[in-house]
């Protein structure tokens, strides 16, 4: 079955910088990638996703990257802003989605 | 379109308890997924429905969990003697199809003492 990898854990960047969260999966079969940003006591919210078929997709200040041959995507988040402060996770999948452990950013004003 | 609902947003139960959840997914949409997220963790995918029919279930998913969707529309989740592992948010996403965007709910945080 498919396995996702994501790093870091933590992100701690300055309001105004950018940030990279990456993860790797196994599942060559796996053509669909999504992004999501869970704050506490919510759920998961899709903010991004991209399909195998594409190589990069950019929405205002969020964008993904994905390397097929290489079995990675990344997500980069530009001119971050105390707001964008919660967890993302990766996921990769259709159906049954694998997701990363996820990654707590922090954005400090 | 309200988004997904989920009923209860808590619930503490006694080990041995049974407990059932239900999920509202947005109209129209025809898949509806159930997951399981622990402290710290990404969530873990359960089961998922296309309409009624019941596609796939996890491993994860023990003999003492059921999931029903019997009309298409919601679903419940059922945990029967619960356990204290079985703590945990319990998340439901629905989708138009099998190759749309999953929307998630806001999730059932149970608390097994």
């Known amino acids: 079955g498919e396995n996702v990898e994501q790093h870091p854990s933590t992100l701690s960047v300055q309001e105004g910088d950018s940030a990279v969260i990456k993860c790797t999966y196994s599942?060559?079969?796996?053509?669909?990638f999504p992004w999501y940003k869970q704050e506490l006591g919510k759920g998961p919210q899709l903010i991004i996703d991209?399909?195998?078929?594409?190589g990069e997709k950019k929405d205002q200040r969020i964008a993904v990257t994905l390397n097929k041959t290489a079995k990675h995507f990344s997500l980069h988040i530009t001119e971050t802003q105390p707001e964008d402060s919660a967890v993302y996770f990766c996921?990769?999948?259709?159906?049954?989605?694998?997701f990363g452990a996820g990654t707590r950013l922090t954005v400090k004003p | 379109d309200t988004g997904v609902s989920q009923n209860p947003r808590h619930k503490i139960t006694k080990r041995g308890q049974n407990v059932t959840f239900r999920c509202d997914p947005i109209?129209?949409?025809?898949?509806l997924y159930w997951y399981r997220q622990t402290l710290g963790q990404g969530p873990e995918f359960l089961t998922y429905?296309?309409?009624?029919?019941?596609?796939?279930k996890s491993r994860l998913l023990s003999d003492r969990f059921s999931a029903e969707r019997p009309k298409g529309s919601f679903s419940t989740l059922e945990i029967q003697r619960t356990e204290q592992g079985d703590s945990a948010m319990y998340l439901c996403?629905?989708?138009?199809?099998?190759?749309?965007?999953?929307?998630f709910g806001p999730g059932t945080r149970l608390t097994v003492t």
């Open positions: 991209i399909r195998s078929n594409v």
């Open positions: 429905f296309q309409n009624e029919a019941q596609l796939e």
């Open positions: 996403a629905s989708s138009r199809d099998g190759r749309g965007r999953q929307y």
């Open positions: 599942d060559s079969a796996s053509n669909y």
């Open positions: 996921a990769a999948g259709d159906n049954d989605m694998r």
């Open positions: 109209s129209e949409h025809n898949r």
